[in-house]
């Protein structure tokens, strides 16, 4: 009775391990998931920024140039 219970325990202590360094690498590849995602929200970011900064000197250089056109060209023709 005492030798299968402690080959029983043996055996539980073995699959036991394994499950354990399995649960660890799945930890393992979450957290470098986790971080990848991270720097993807990062560059996402950066990028979104550099948009809208490129944006933003678009509609100054096209607000410069509709104002000479209105200043200089346009207000001419009409009167």
């Not at 678009?58 to 607000?63: F, L, Y």
């Amino acid at each position: 009775m005492v030798i299968p219970l402690i080959v029983a325990v043996i055996r539980s202590n073995v699959r036991w391990s394994k499950v354990e360094g399995k649960v660890d690498t799945v930890i393992r590849d979450l957290d470098r998931m986790v971080k990848s995602q991270e720097k993807l929200v990062e560059d996402k970011d950066k990028v979104h920024s550099a948009m809208l900064d490129t944006i933003r000197d678009d509609r100054r250089a096209t607000d410069r140039r509709l104002r000479w056109l209105e200043e200089n060209l346009w207000r001419k023709t009409t009167t």
